[in-house]
Structures are given as structure tokens and as C-alpha cells.
């Protein structure tokens, strides 16, 4: 987990306090947000075979070093950093960062 899962939102913008809850272990929001977390990864394995398989068909077509691959993703949703479980609209680092990747010739 990040440094700040479940962090105190003591000093924070008004909004995130009020949306905070307790994220410490075994509590339900800490074991919902663990949930959220694990079926996020499992999503993610359905993306890695089909980009497998994308990659797989250019490489039999001879095409793969004259292709780029642009991916690009939201930034997802806290799961607990600050104590947010589902919240993704703040104006923090993980909230305004977009990861990207870029693969090409």
C-alpha cells in the first residue's frame, strides 16, 4: 500500500476530510477497498492477454517494428490513500496524473 493509505486527513482541504473514513485494518471500508483492489488487478489480466495477442498478430505480420501502441489509462480511484475509498477528484499528484505508455519504432 501507498505511504498514504488510510493517512490522518488532519490538515487537509475540507472535502477530503469529510469524506474520509477510518482505512485501518480489518475494518469494512479497509476490507471493501482491498476488495476494489484485487478485482482491478483481475481486469488487468484480460488486458495483458489481449496485448499479448496484439502483439503476437504484428509480429507474424511482419509489422510490429512500423507500429506504435499508445496506451493511456484514467487515474483510477484512491482505495484508501487519505482514507478515500472511491474518490478520484481531488487536487493531489495521484489525482491529476494520467499514466501513459508508448511503444514504437
Known amino acids: 500500500r501507498v505511504p498514504s493509505y488510510g ?52 509480429d507474424g505480420m511482419g509489422e510490429l517494428d512500423n507500429t506504435f501502441l499508445v496506451f493511456a489509462s484514467d487515474n483510477g480511484y484512491h482505495i484508501g490513500t487519505f482514507g478515500l475509498l472511491k ?3 481531488q487536487l493531489y499528484e495521484t489525482d491529476i496524473r494520467v499514466p501513459a505508455y508508448v511503444r514504437g519504432p
Open 7 to 58: 493517512a490522518s486527513p488532519e490538515g487537509k482541504h475540507w472535502e477530503v476530510r469529510f469524506a474520509s473514513m477510518d482505512m485501518g485494518e480489518g475494518t469494512d471500508a479497509s476490507r471493501y477497498g482491498d476488495l476494489l483492489y484485487r478485482r482491478r488487478l483481475l481486469t488487468l489480466l484480460s488486458v495483458d492477454d489481449m496485448l499479448g495477442d496484439l502483439v503476437d498478430t504484428l
Open 87 to 89: 474518490d478520484k477528484r
